[in-house]
């Protein structure tokens, strides 16, 4: 596709109901990186894979947050038992190669609202 | 300490006016710069890198790096309306991951 796609666009959840967001990043694209971001706040690192790998998940707040990418293409982040505090935009980006990681290509988030 | 600081405004300039965005980061170890821009309820777009020292021009933005101060800053000069937006200070030490700032809310007036 022209650029990074992300669904659901919103997503309402009850306490406690588990979520998956999905991200399809930009064909060709190694590097695809998971970031979260509260109302007013930058970006905050989340996960990030190359290809099917996850080489860093650090940012991962608590074990309720999973994600994987299987096969190196279409990404999935998944919150289990949703909780208040996990209300943020979660922003899917993704980049060519290794060389060139820092120019990101951000899809335009899915906005998690946990009631 | 954040690792990453930028005052949140609003900066507010006339159209026209040069806009002057800074940001000041505690890793001395940060290798690469970026600023990116963020229109509400939109997703950051990447607008300057910078790697070294010094001054990097490109069109109407010029981001300005000292590493030795641990600050790096972007001008916009004859700012339009459409340079309304949040702007994004992002540091990466090495590695993959970018940590970025909270933003600058730059609002230019008619």
């Known amino acids: 596709g022209a650029g990074v796609s992300q669904s659901p666009r919103y997503k309402v959840a009850k306490r406690g109901q588990d979520v998956a967001l999905r991200c399809d990043p930009i064909?060709?694209?190694?590097?695809l990186f998971w970031y979260q971001q509260a109302l007013g706040q930058g970006p905050e690192f989340l996960t990030y894979f190359q290809n099917e790998a996850q080489l860093d998940k650090s940012g991962l707040p608590s074990d309720r947050f999973f994600a994987e990418r299987p096969e190196g293409s279409v990404s999935t982040l998944k919150i289990q038992r949703t909780q208040q505090e996990d209300s943020a935009v979660y922003l899917c980006a993704s980049s060519l190669n290794r060389q060139s990681e820092e120019k990101l290509f951000f899809g335009s988030g899915t906005q998690l609202s946990v009631l | 300490q954040k690792e990453v600081e930028q005052n949140s405004g609003p900066l507010s300039v006339p159209e026209g006016a040069i806009a002057s965005l800074n940001c000041t980061y505690s890793?001395?170890?940060?290798?690469?710069f970026f600023w990116y821009r963020q229109y509400s309820g939109k997703s950051p777009e990447l607008i300057m890198s910078i790697y070294s020292n010094g001054d990097k021009e490109d069109g109407r933005f010029t981001a300005q790096l000292n590493k030795a101060s641990q600050y790096v800053s972007l001008l916009i000069r004859d700012s339009q309306p459409s340079d309304s937006a949040t702007y994004l200070c992002a540091v990466k030490r090495g590695g993959n991951k970018l940590t970025f700032g909270t933003g600058t809310q730059l609002k230019v007036e008619l």
């Open positions: 064909s060709g694209h190694v590097s």
């Open positions: 890793d001395r170890g940060s290798q690469s």
